[in-house]
């Protein structure tokens, strides 16, 4: 079988870049979207990282760890930077990064406040288009400030087109492009388009600048920038070597220094120097004393003031290129952007032939777009960041016993898949899993080697604990990360027509560490039931489940007893799959097996005392609380808690099975000699259509209950996907009574109500694409084994009988809608918003928010999490390539 886009001038770089001919992905949109505001920048004793370095701060201080930027490109361990500043004469600062709320100043926690859209990218950023919008009057940082403030939680957010900026669409649409002619050499091209009715000024700044590494450990040799004539900059760094930005016919060359202006930020006496807000300083505020005369320093940009007409458009262009300046350096410029826009689409043809509809190939092309543009280089040594900078002041001593403590081995430097450069621009375990699902579509060698990052000995915990998220890295995550194996692994096998075996056998061995954790630290009581805190949930359930119970006892959690039978089901489908080559692998399998079917056993019957996760009366799955004193409680809040017990299913084929004949005599001994187990789990020994076997811990008729109450529309089943609360309990809230402790739990189908977690997250209605994800799959899986006669109601209560596959497609079908235009051209995620609707410079520029109302669609929650909601393109492929 032959790749399909191995033909395309694409796919020959990808296979460049992994055979190691060409270092195709040493360039990059690999900045972050922010640093400010983050734990890696957070010094202080309180670790409180949002008030130690502010958006305000941002400007004048130089970070440690990372940079950020408008549309930032650099190098994989970025010592070179590539951003865009504007001015448009109003503002009171130079727009250099975007602005948004932090998390106590959103009244649903910290919200980014401006607009971009990612629109295009390759892979290895041969070519890479985002848009960014800047409204021509002053941006309203105060207003958006303090009216986000006033609003309660029972309030939409103050968004920026509230504010009326954009009306009369007076504002520049400015549109950023990299094109490659080699891996070195980046063209850079700025589009700026006058969207309103008069002309007006911008002054547009393409700034370079190198990271800071040299303020923090003495000895290290300053790299310099340093004017040469009047349209190029040298760029001279000991690890990078030499390069140029070659600039047409700027207006001037302004230079300062990437260093913290100590006299703005701290109020010492003013010492002499160009500080990082420098040019800030000269453009906005006129002093001409803030940039260098000499024009060095490791921070510049370009001048241009440019008056453009309505309507019209002005293009600017720079050339990064190694070694010194070349008076050709723009003979070929436009011809290498068009041929390298060429080759984009040629890429997205071979990529999307199987896909008709023009408007999901514009969808799945964005959620690809924004998934690539948001990798981002990402440095963090913890036991340097607690300890402190030996060139810099020691931080105060409680840093070393507070957040993240327990992790001196992490260390890294590398381009990581961020869930959203701005909201999120640090990684997150689960997150992270989804992400590699959708990236394997189009570069599968940068999947698979981000899941092994993941699991190096400098990422994981010795003690096989894989790191949560950078707030908390000893938080637990769902167990995702052998189904993304098992995705990624399947992704390259239907399209090579062969997977790569040592991958999976390499994240196999690393899982085993991370599974044996899960064992030993979330079982208590060694009774194959795991609690595993809040699991990525957030504010899902009664109590805040990564805290210690309010009311004493333990939680018995659905959800982590759910996601373990799912890993452990991920596990023996990659041991039977190595098995194929090794035949020791048939004896692990057997291990997971058994170690399945005692979680399924637990799961029906908790610490022996014939009580179980699921609930007869209620056809459903719920947590349990086990006090004290004995007594059990049952928590009957229907949410996503009780429908995650389908994910734990896998389907075994009748080949699979015949290349492992010492793993099925076990299975079958088992199975004979543990009768009262096998009868807990689903059919492991009834063969289905095409003798194929199933393992799921939902047997039949739970699986059909649970399917009910799920593809009800006064309950989970919306118009868009799946609820992650039951619409029941809009009104008629889930309210929980004990001791003096009340606690209630209500479907809010948008924004959350709650405080937990910021406030930030809910998980209490809205649609979310990763577990939607999962219920899809799911149901393809029981689809396998039950066949095309099994059928079930869908909607319930509709009469309309559908087998389980056609139940999964049209889920699919729903998740789509999300961001397909219906019949009177409206997409959902937009909302009620008429110019996002309606205005044809806004309507067919996607944002992929991390959820969705319940009720509506609207897109809530973080606006650039094309993290995981870029599954849309997983479930759009999915669509076009059976025909559905």
Same mark, same amino acid.
């Given at each position: 079988?032959?790749?399909?886009?191995?033909?395309?001038?694409?796919?020959?770089?990808?296979?460049?870049?992994?055979?190691?001919?060409?270092p195709?992905?040493?360039?990059?949109?690999?900045?972050?979207?922010?640093?400010w505001?983050?734990?890696?920048?957070?010094?202080?004793?309180s670790?409180d990282?949002?008030?130690?370095?502010?958006?305000?701060?941002?400007r004048s201080?130089?970070?440690r760890?990372?940079?950020?930027?408008?549309?930032?490109?650099? $190098?994989?361990?970025?010592?070179?930077c590539?951003?865009?500043?504007?001015?448009?004469?109003?503002?009171?600062?130079?727009?250099?990064?975007?602005?948004?709320?932090?998390?106590?100043?959103?009244?649903?926690?910290?919200?980014?406040?401006?607009?971009?859209h990612?629109?295009d990218?390759?892979?290895?950023?041969s070519?890479?288009?985002?848009?960014?919008?800047?409204?021509?009057?002053?941006?309203?940082y105060g207003?958006?400030?303090?009216?986000?403030?006033?609003?309660?939680?029972?309030?939409r957010e103050?968004?920026?087109?509230?504010?009326?900026v954009f009306?009369?669409?007076?504002y520049?649409?400015?549109?950023?492009e990299?094109?490659?002619?080699?891996?070195?050499?980046?063209?850079?091209?700025?589009?700026?388009?006058?969207?309103?009715d008069?002309?007006?000024?911008?002054?547009?700044?393409?700034?370079?600048?190198?990271?800071?590494?040299?303020?923090?450990?003495?000895?290290t040799?300053k790299?310099?920038?340093?004017?040469?004539?009047?349209?190029?900059?040298?760029?001279a760094?000991p690890?990078?070597?030499?390069?140029?930005?070659h600039?047409?016919?700027?207006?001037?060359?302004?230079?300062?220094?990437?260093?913290?202006n100590?006299?703005?930020?701290?109020?010492?006496?003013?010492?002499?120097?160009?500080?990082?807000?420098?040019?800030?300083?000269?453009?906005?505020?006129?002093?001409?004393?803030?940039?260098?005369p000499?024009?060095?320093?490791?921070?510049?940009?370009?001048?241009?003031?440019?008056?453009?007409?309505?309507?019209?458009?002005?293009?600017?262009?720079?050339?990064?290129?190694?070694?010194?300046?070349?008076?050709?350096?723009?003979?070929?410029?436009?011809?290498?952007?068009?041929?390298?826009?060429?080759?984009?689409?040629?890429?997205?043809?071979?990529?999307?032939?199987?896909?008709?509809?023009?408007?999901m190939?514009?969808?799945?092309?964005?959620?690809?777009?924004?998934?690539?543009?948001?990798?981002?280089?990402?440095?963090?040594?913890?036991?340097?960041?607690?300890?402190g900078?030996?060139?810099?002041?020691?931080?105060?001593?409680?840093?070393?016993?507070?957040?993240?403590?327990?992790?001196?081995?992490?260390?890294?430097?590398?381009?990581?898949?961020?869930?959203?450069?701005?909201?999120?621009?640090?990684?997150?375990?689960?997150?992270?899993?989804?992400?590699?699902?959708?990236?394997?579509?189009?570069?599968t060698?940068?999947?698979?080697?981000?899941?092994?990052?993941?699991?190096?000995?400098?990422?994981?915990?010795?003690n096989?604990?894989l790191?949560?998220?950078?707030?908390?890295?000893?938080d637990?995550?769902?167990?995702?990360?052998?189904?993304?194996?098992?995705?990624?692994?399947?992704?390259e096998?239907a399209?090579?027509?062969?997977?790569?075996r040592?991958?999976?056998?390499?994240?196999f061995?690393?899982?085993?560490?991370?599974?044996?954790w899960?064992v030993?630290?979330?079982?208590?009581?060694?009774?194959? =039931?795991?609690?595993?805190?809040f699991?990525?949930?957030?504010n899902?359930?009664?109590?805040d489940?990564?805290?210690?119970?309010?009311?004493?006892?333990?939680l018995?959690q659905?959800?982590?007893?759910s996601?373990?039978?799912?890993?452990c089901?991920?596990?023996?489908?990659?041991?039977l799959?190595?098995?194929?080559?090794d035949?020791?692998?048939? $004896?692990?399998?057997?291990?997971?097996f058994?170690?399945?079917?005692?979680?399924?056993?637990a799961m029906t019957?908790?610490?022996?005392e014939?009580?179980?996760?699921?609930?007869?009366?209620d056809?459903?799955?719920?947590d349990w609380?086990?006090?004290?004193s004995?007594?059990?409680v049952?928590?009957?809040?229907?949410?996503?808690?009780?429908?995650?017990p389908?994910?734990?299913?896998?389907?075994?084929?009748?080949d699979?099975?015949?290349?492992?004949?010492?793993?099925?005599?076990?299975?079958?001994?088992y199975?004979?000699?543990?009768?009262?187990?096998?009868?807990?789990?689903?059919?492991?020994?009834?063969?289905?259509?095409?003798?194929?076997?199933?393992?799921?811990?939902?047997?039949?008729?739970?699986?059909?209950?649970?399917?009910?109450?799920?593809?009800?529309e006064?309950e989970?089943?919306s118009?868009?996907?799946?609820?992650?609360?039951?619409?029941?309990?809009?009104?008629?809230?889930?309210?929980?009574?004990?001791?003096?402790?009340?606690?209630? =739990?209500?479907?809010?189908?948008?924004?959350s109500?709650?405080?937990?977690?910021?406030?930030?997250?809910n998980w209490?209605?809205?649609?979310w694409?990763?577990?939607?994800?999962?219920?899809?799959?799911?149901?393809?899986?029981?689809?396998?084994?039950?066949?095309?006669?099994?059928?079930?109601?869908?909607?319930?209560?509709?009469?309309?009988?559908?087998?389980?596959?056609?139940?999964?497609?049209?889920?699919r079908?729903?998740?789509?809608?999300?961001?397909?235009? $219906?019949?009177?051209?409206?997409?959902?995620?937009?909302?009620?918003?008429?110019k996002?609707?309606?205005?044809?410079?806004f309507?067919?520029?996607?944002?992929?928010?991390?959820?969705?109302?319940?009720?509506?669609?609207?897109?809530?929650?973080?606006?650039?999490?094309?993290?995981w909601?870029?599954?849309?393109?997983?479930?759009? $492929?999915?669509?076009?390539?059976?025909g559905?």
């Amino acid at each position: 079988m032959s790749d399909p886009l191995a033909p395309t001038a694409e796919g020959r770089r990808l296979a460049e870049a992994n055979a190691g001919a060409a270092p195709w992905r040493r360039f990059g949109p690999y900045v972050s979207d922010r640093q400010w505001g983050t734990v890696r920048e957070d010094y202080s004793a309180s670790g409180d990282a949002w008030s130690y370095l502010s958006h305000d701060a941002a400007r004048s201080r130089a970070y440690r760890w990372g940079e950020d930027a408008i549309g930032g490109w650099c $190098d994989v361990g970025q010592h070179l930077c590539l951003g865009l500043a504007l001015w448009n004469g109003a503002d009171p600062i130079l727009k250099e990064r975007f602005f948004g709320l932090t998390n106590g100043e959103g009244n649903h926690g910290e919200d980014v406040k401006e607009i971009w859209h990612h629109l295009d990218a390759t892979p290895t950023h041969s070519y890479a288009r985002m848009l960014y919008k800047y409204p021509q009057a002053a941006f309203p940082y105060g207003w958006l400030v303090a009216e986000n403030r006033r609003r309660g939680r029972g309030d939409r957010e103050f968004e920026l087109l509230d504010t009326g900026v954009f009306d009369q669409d007076r504002y520049f649409d400015v549109t950023i492009e990299y094109a490659k002619a080699d891996p070195n050499d980046t063209l850079w091209r700025i589009t700026v388009t006058n969207r309103g009715d008069r002309t007006t000024r911008l002054t547009v700044l393409p700034q370079i600048w190198f990271r800071n590494t040299w303020s923090w450990t003495r000895g290290t040799e300053k790299p310099v920038l340093s004017a040469d004539g009047g349209a190029a900059i040298r760029a001279a760094h000991p690890l990078l070597g030499p390069f140029t930005l070659h600039l047409d016919v700027p207006d001037d060359l302004l230079f300062c220094e990437n260093e913290t202006n100590v006299h703005r930020l701290f109020g010492t006496p003013p010492v002499p120097g160009f500080f990082k807000d420098g040019i800030g300083d000269y453009v906005v505020n006129g002093f001409r004393g803030a940039v260098n005369p000499a024009r060095t320093g490791t921070k510049a940009a370009a001048l241009h003031v440019v008056d453009v007409p309505p309507g019209g458009s002005v293009v600017l262009r720079a050339r990064l290129c190694p070694g010194e300046r070349r008076a050709d350096a723009f003979s070929d410029f436009d011809a290498v952007l068009t041929t390298r826009i060429a080759e984009t689409e040629e890429f997205f043809a071979a990529l999307q032939a199987p896909i008709g509809d023009p408007d999901m190939r514009a969808v799945q092309r964005q959620a690809l777009a924004g998934l690539l543009w948001s990798k981002q280089f990402y440095a963090l040594d913890v036991t340097e960041w607690l300890r402190g900078d030996p060139a810099q002041p020691a931080p105060p001593p409680e840093r070393r016993r507070g957040r993240n403590s327990d992790w001196h081995h992490l260390v890294t430097a590398s381009v990581i898949a961020m869930p959203d450069k701005w909201e999120y621009p640090w990684f997150a375990a689960w997150d992270w899993a989804f992400h590699l699902a959708t990236m394997a579509l189009v570069d599968t060698r940068f999947a698979k080697d981000q899941l092994l990052l993941l699991c190096q000995p400098w990422m994981m915990h010795p003690n096989g604990q894989l790191p949560a998220y950078e707030w908390n890295f000893s938080d637990v995550n769902p167990p995702v990360h052998a189904w993304a194996a098992l995705r990624i692994y399947a992704v390259e096998k239907a399209r090579r027509g062969i997977g790569d075996r040592v991958f999976l056998e390499a994240v196999f061995i690393k899982l085993l560490l991370n599974f044996t954790w899960w064992v030993n630290r979330k079982d208590q009581g060694g009774r194959n =039931v795991f609690q595993g805190g809040f699991l990525g949930l957030d504010n899902i359930g009664v109590f805040d489940r990564s805290r210690p119970l309010p009311v004493g006892g333990t939680l018995t959690q659905s959800d982590g007893t759910s996601w373990m039978a799912m890993f452990c089901l991920n596990m023996l489908k990659i041991a039977l799959e190595l098995a194929r080559d090794d035949a020791a692998y048939q $004896d692990i399998a057997s291990k997971f097996f058994e170690h399945f079917l005692l979680i399924g056993g637990a799961m029906t019957n908790l610490a022996d005392e014939g009580i179980g996760l699921w609930d007869d009366r209620d056809g459903f799955y719920y947590d349990w609380l086990l006090l004290e004193s004995g007594e059990k409680v049952p928590l009957r809040l229907r949410s996503m808690v009780g429908l995650i017990p389908l994910f734990a299913v896998e389907i075994l084929d009748e080949d699979l099975l015949a290349q492992s004949p010492v793993f099925v005599r076990r299975m079958e001994w088992y199975l004979t000699h543990r009768p009262e187990l096998a009868a807990l789990v689903s059919r492991p020994q009834t063969p289905g259509a095409d003798g194929r076997r199933l393992l799921a811990v939902a047997r039949a008729f739970r699986m059909k209950a649970v399917l009910a109450r799920m593809l009800d529309e006064t309950e989970f089943l919306s118009d868009h996907g799946i609820r992650a609360v039951s619409r029941v309990h809009r009104d008629h809230p889930y309210v929980f009574v004990r001791d003096g402790y009340r606690a209630e =739990v209500r479907y809010t189908p948008g924004e959350s109500d709650t405080g937990l977690f910021g406030g930030n997250s809910n998980w209490r209605g809205p649609v979310w694409m990763p577990v939607n994800y999962l219920i899809v799959e799911s149901l393809d899986k029981f689809a396998l084994f039950y066949g095309e006669d099994f059928e079930i109601e869908c909607p319930t209560g509709s009469g309309v009988m559908m087998s389980l596959a056609e139940v999964a497609d049209e889920l699919r079908r729903r998740l789509t809608r999300l961001f397909l235009r $219906d019949p009177a051209g409206r997409r959902a995620v937009f909302g009620d918003h008429a110019k996002l609707q309606d205005d044809p410079h806004f309507r067919d520029h996607l944002v992929f928010h991390e959820y969705f109302d319940g009720d509506s669609g609207r897109g809530v929650g973080a606006s650039h999490q094309t993290g995981w909601t870029a599954l849309v393109a997983n479930l759009i $492929d999915e669509l076009a390539r059976e025909g559905r």
